[in-house]
């Protein structure tokens, strides 16, 4: 069976090396043609640091071939183009094939969860969402994983555990999308969060000893800090 992914960022190059370890044929699409021909030549990104793409896995810049025969199609793309992506493959989608969202987070202007988006997009009731690790590095470092996975179509959701699941990745399921879609926004906030904290640490840490030292510290006293 073949597995197309939408995206070649961190998340959806991570979760191909599921499937393919799974032995399912698969094909990440990018719409960057120097992409493409950078992650088939190299097997590098540097979205994912000490990691080799595995051979197997294929890459193209022809979002026609890319969904064409798929048996499952998975969204993970930035949340800002899943309206324009499910736009473009929804007259390639085929009632045999089944929807995976990856994709963390909601679509601007309009406050709708991913679901929703691929819902008003394309005519299909085989849809599932699913939430999971918060870093990529642990899923291509084959670290026990655990994932949600939200479906109100039965066969989906039996479909996509089967082909995600495997001796180091296992599947929780359950009816409650738009649940397993807000766990999403509270992962992206924290990945979010911790960035932000990293890259400020000195300020963080000169915050904190100027509170040691005066208990509360003015707004002008934050400001210079």
Do not use: W
């Not at 397993?180 to 640490?201: G, P, S």
């Amino acid at each position: 069976m073949k597995v197309c992914i939408l995206g070649s960022g961190a998340y959806g190059l991570a979760l191909s090396t599921i499937f393919n370890k799974n032995n399912y044929e698969v094909v990440c699409y990018s719409n960057n043609r120097k992409e493409v021909h950078s992650l088939t030549k190299t097997r590098l990104t540097p979205r994912i640091e000490n990691f080799t793409i595995p051979k197997e896995i294929k890459f193209t810049n022809n979002i026609k071939q890319a969904v064409k025969s798929s048996t499952l199609v998975v969204i993970a793309v930035p949340a800002r183009r899943v309206d324009e992506i499910t736009k473009k493959i929804s007259k390639y989608i085929t009632s045999k094939m089944h929807i995976l969202i990856a994709t963390k987070g909601i679509e601007n202007k309009t406050c709708q969860f991913m679901s929703e988006v691929v819902e008003r997009n394309i005519n299909t009731s085989k849809i599932a969402v699913i939430s999971g690790p918060t870093f990529a590095k642990d899923i291509v470092t084959s670290s026990p994983i655990g994932l949600s996975l939200a479906s109100t179509n039965l066969l989906t959701r039996d479909l996509v555990k089967t082909m995600l699941e495997n001796e180091t990745t296992k599947v929780r399921e359950t009816l409650d999308i738009i649940g397993v879609e807000v766990k999403n926004l509270i992962d992206t906030a924290y990945v979010k969060a911790q960035e932000l904290i990293l890259a400020h640490m000195d300020k963080l840490h000169a915050v904190a000893q100027r509170l040691l030292e005066k208990e509360t510290i003015s707004s002008e006293e934050f400001n210079q800090i």
